[in-house]
C-alpha cells in the first residue's frame, strides 16, 4: 500500500451516490497510523466501509444494556417486597429497590 493513504468510515458527512450512504475519511501517513485507525473502527477502503458488513458490524444495543422498563422495576420491587402505588417515580423506585438491597431488607 502506498502512503499517505486514506482510511473510511461510515456514517460521515460525504454521500456516496452509489450505495446512497454517507462516510467520512482520514488521512493515514503510515502504516502504523492506517493500523490505529483500523482499531478505531475506519477501513482501509471505501468499498470496505459502505459494504452491509461493515454495518452488521455495529451491534444494537444488547437487552442488559438497556434501562428496566416500568414492568421489569415493578416486577423487581414486587420480588423485594418494597411497596409503592402508581404515583411512584420510575427514579424514585429504583432507589427505593437500592435501598432494600444495600440494607438487605428482602422479604421472602
Known amino acids: ?13 460525504h454521500y456516496d451516490p452509489v450505495t446512497k450512504k454517507t462516510y467520512d475519511f482520514a488521512s493515514a501517513a503510515d502504516e ?3 493500523a490505529q485507525l483500523i482499531e478505531k473502527g475506519w477501513y482501509a477502503t471505501k468499498e470496505e466501509a459502505l459494504t452491509p458488513k461493515s454495518v452488521e458490524s455495529v451491534q444494537a444495543p444488547q437487552k442488559d444494556d438497556l434501562p428496566p422498563t416500568r414492568a421489569e422495576i415493578e416486577q423487581m420491587a414486587r420480588d ?3 411497596k409503592f402505588d402508581g404515583r411512584t417515580s420510575d427514579k424514585k423506585l429504583l432507589k427505593m429497590i437500592e435501598d432494600t438491597l444495600e440494607d438487605g431488607d428482602v422479604v421472602d
Open 32 to 34: 502504523k497510523q492506517l
Open 80 to 82: 423485594l417486597g418494597v
Open 1 to 13: 500500500m502506498l502512503f499517505p493513504t486514506l482510511a473510511y468510515k461510515t456514517p460521515g458527512p
